[in-house]
């Protein structure tokens, strides 16, 4: 059976009902604040990757691969909320995605089509010269 995958826009109203119920939306936000929180995200990701604690690269890879844990829809939530935190929690590849929760949800609680503008967004870059003109 082929799971179907979600939208960006699917992502963007998971994420955002997620941290209402999570209480992080109890009080009227600040969109400073969440954007330097999708900024601290990276910052952890590049500790990360300082650190070489990476998932892809890393001897976990198979551990993850024979504990099942990449098959997320259907392996038991105990052993899954027991093994996330020892082999994937706080790799680079687990930064990069609070970073994309942290933009879903605040996409989301603003009523962005975040997927519209994401592929937009990419047809303009098509068109645009190499570099964008920029030095790097």
């Known amino acids: 059976m082929i799971k179907e ?3 960006v ?7 955002y009902q997620t ?3 999570k209480g992080f939306h109890d009080k009227q936000f600040n969109t400073g604040e969440k954007l ?13 990757d300082r650190k ?3 998932v892809i690269d890393s001897s976990e890879f198979h551990r993850i691969e024979t504990l099942g844990l990449r098959n997320i829809d259907t392996h ?3 052993s899954f909320n027991r093994e996330f935190p020892k082999h994937i929690k706080d790799t680079f590849e687990d930064e990069l995605a609070d970073a994309c929760i942290r933009i879903f ?3 989301g609680s603003l009523g962005i089509d975040l997927d519209w503008h994401i592929q937009a967004k990419m ?9 964008h003109g920029k030095s790097y």
């Open 19 to 21: 941290a209402k119920e």
């Open 9 to 15: 826009t699917q992502l963007c109203n998971e994420a």
């Open 123 to 131: 047809k303009y870059n098509k068109s645009r010269e190499k570099l």
């Open 52 to 54: 070489n604690k990476n």
């Open 36 to 48: 330097m929180l999708i900024v601290s995200e990276l910052g952890e990701a590049l500790e990360a």
């Open 76 to 78: 038991p939530d105990d």
């Open 5 to 7: 995958q979600k939208t």
């Open 105 to 107: 949800d605040l996409a």
